[in-house]
């Protein structure tokens, strides 16, 4: 079963920039889906950005388009998060999942990256 592994977050200045990365282990890597998702304290996790694996086309949450962008290496099996123009309200965990079909949930997180806007 793959599993993702998420790392780059951290402590960052208001108007700073991160790049989150998640990596998928196995060796066989082919989702429909894959999309990046934070939950902050005493919130759902929600959407921020992802797309279909097969077309690359990115979707974003409105909240941050413009300010984020998705990208893949798919020879590493790898998805970034390319954070700009911070804001203390992105505060929260960062979790990367796939579905496995258009019907399907979003599964396979990992174990997420901690993401802190802060002066």
């Known amino acids: 079963q793959v599993q993702m592994v998420e790392s780059g977050g951290g402590l960052v200045q208001p108007g700073g920039s991160l790049r989150l990365s998640c990596a998928a282990s196995g060796r066989t890597f082919s989702p429909y889906a894959v999309g990046w998702f934070r939950q902050s304290p005493g919130k759902e996790r929600e959407f921020v950005s992802g797309f279909i694996w097969g077309t690359s086309h990115p979707y974003y949450a409105d909240s941050v388009n413009g300010r984020f962008t998705i990208s893949r290496d798919t020879a590493k099996n790898t998805v970034y998060l390319k954070m700009n123009s911070l804001r203390p309200d992105v505060t929260a965990v960062y979790y990367c999942?796939?579905?496995?079909?258009?019907?399907?949930?979003?599964?396979?997180w990992g174990q997420g990256t901690q993401v802190t806007v802060s002066s």
């Open positions: 999942g796939t579905k496995g079909s258009s019907f399907s949930e979003f599964g396979s």
